[in-house]
């Protein structure tokens, strides 16, 4: 069989090492050492797999060089996986851009086939791999919106913006900020990018210390109960609903769901003790804690829970001093912690004691992404 070399010494001078790469239909390139993998035979699939690490020798960086300058300048390093998935969607924009094939001729229904490859992390709640699946196929999420977890949807529009960036201007720095992003969704990683061991010293979002303050909750239960239908039961309330939803009964039960509240009370939130006020009286079972900052430290005050409330005044007393955000981080752990739906009362504007701003906004983003927290800037009716 006829073999077909690259020669990639073209597109980036230097002497290469071109072999086969040991395992079918795979292709990998290593810039910095010029030495480029992939399969040699005369295949169109081949022949796919040559033009991909063609376009990275092209257009890639030495990015172990690059991650060497980030980490002298104590920037946030990403892990090394987020980066070859970012990578790979410029790679893709790039070829598409100066009119070659993105589609592996191997496959029939590439729709089909990328569709699958996420629904199946996402379905045991692996945002991350999901996720990056997506942006390496270079598959708008919108169009894959059933198999995308809902919890990426709340990340999505940020996310968009990232990836289109990376298709649009098609720039390396553009790539990193993508995979800082990804990085994010990783399991249990904080947003310091979980990256390369100790390249991400310094960079992890330190929220002030808390201080956790309960006043004691004057207000006691009053057992909240409300109506509601019924198909079975002794109160017969309304029996042309036999025909309709079968509910004809209404049983009395004590009121649930009305979710829990996180408020921030930084002074950018202009929060009231009347409003707060409002709020606990209007949803006597919901959980509500207050929360602001100083420059290193902050306050979480809870309002109210289990149906008892603190009087509101005291409780916006115990944090007017304070005008920052600084504690975010642990307000929505708390928050994590109470009964859904979550709500957060915030501008999003989250801040940390050292002033990386950033990295607390997307962790705050990441925190309501796995614990199904809605951030609302005003109280649902
Ligand atoms: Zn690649």
């Given amino acids: 069989m006829q073999q077909i070399i690259p020669t990639p010494g073209i597109v980036h001078p230097g002497i290469w090492h071109v072999e086969n790469h040991p395992q079918e239909g795979?292709?990998?390139?290593?810039?910095?050492?010029?030495?480029?993998?992939?399969?040699?035979?005369?295949?169109?699939?081949?022949?796919?797999?040559?033009?991909h690490e063609m376009a990275h020798a092209t257009i890639s960086p030495d990015v172990e060089k690059v991650m060497k300058s980030r980490k002298r300048r104590k920037l946030q390093i990403p892990t090394h996986t987020s980066i070859q998935v970012a990578e790979d969607l410029r790679i893709d924009?790039?070829?598409?851009?100066?009119?070659?094939?993105?589609?592996?001729?191997?496959?029939?229904?590439?729709?089909?086939?990328?569709?699958?490859?996420?629904?199946?992390?996402?379905?045991?709640?692996?945002?991350?791999?999901?996720?990056?699946?997506?942006?390496?196929?270079?598959?708008?999420?919108?169009?894959?919106?059933?198999?995308?977890?809902?919890?990426?949807?709340?990340?999505?529009?940020k996310l968009r913006e990232a990836i289109d960036r990376v298709i649009l201007r098609r720039q390396f720095k553009d790539v990193i900020e993508l995979a800082l992003m990804l990085d994010l969704l990783r399991p249990g990683k904080p947003a310091n990018g979980g990256g390369t061991e100790e390249g991400n010293k310094g960079s992890v979002v330190k929220w002030g210390a808390v201080e956790v303050l309960e006043p004691e909750r004057t207000r006691p239960r009053?057992?909240?109960?409300?109506?509601?239908?019924?198909?079975?039961?002794?109160?017969?309330?309304?029996?042309?609903?036999?025909?309709?939803?079968?509910?004809?009964?209404?049983?009395?039960?004590?009121?649930?769901?009305?979710?829990?509240?996180?408020?921030?009370?930084?002074?950018?939130?202009?929060?009231?003790p009347d409003a707060l006020h409002k709020l606990v009286e209007s949803r006597p079972e919901a959980s509500v804690a207050l929360y602001a900052g100083h420059k290193v430290d902050g306050r979480l005050v809870i309002v109210a829970k289990d149906g008892e409330a603190a009087d509101a005044s005291e409780?916006?007393?115990?944090?007017?001093?304070?005008?920052?955000?600084?504690?975010d981080g642990h307000g929505l752990e708390w928050l994590s912690q109470q009964p859904e739906p979550r709500y957060w009362f915030s501008d999003g504007q989250a801040t940390q004691p050292n002033g990386n701003h950033g990295a607390?906004?997307?962790?705050?983003?990441?925190?309501?992404?796995?614990?199904?927290?809605?951030?609302?800037?005003?109280i649902p009716d």
């Fill in 26 to 51: 795979h292709g990998g390139t290593d810039i910095g050492a010029r030495r480029m993998l992939v399969p040699l035979d005369d295949s169109p699939g081949s022949a796919f797999v040559r033009q």
């Fill in 93 to 157: 924009a790039w070829q598409q851009y100066i009119g070659l094939s993105i589609i592996d001729p191997d496959f029939g229904d590439y729709a089909a086939f990328v569709a699958e490859k996420i629904a199946k992390p996402a379905a045991v709640g692996d945002l991350y791999s999901a996720t990056c699946m997506a942006v390496a196929a270079h598959f708008p999420l919108q169009e894959v919106g059933a198999g995308i977890p809902q919890s990426v949807r709340v990340v999505k529009a």
């Fill in 222 to 272: 009053d057992g909240s109960l409300v109506a509601i239908s019924s198909m079975q039961g002794v109160d017969l309330s309304d029996p042309s609903r036999i025909f309709t939803d079968c509910r004809p009964f209404e049983r009395i039960v004590p009121m649930q769901g009305q979710g829990s509240f996180l408020i921030d009370c930084s002074s950018s939130m202009c929060w009231t």
């Fill in 315 to 327: 409780c916006m007393r115990l944090i007017e001093h304070l005008g920052n955000n600084t504690i």
């Fill in 360 to 378: 607390a906004q997307l962790e705050c983003i990441r925190l309501c992404a796995e614990n199904s927290i809605q951030r609302i800037t005003r």
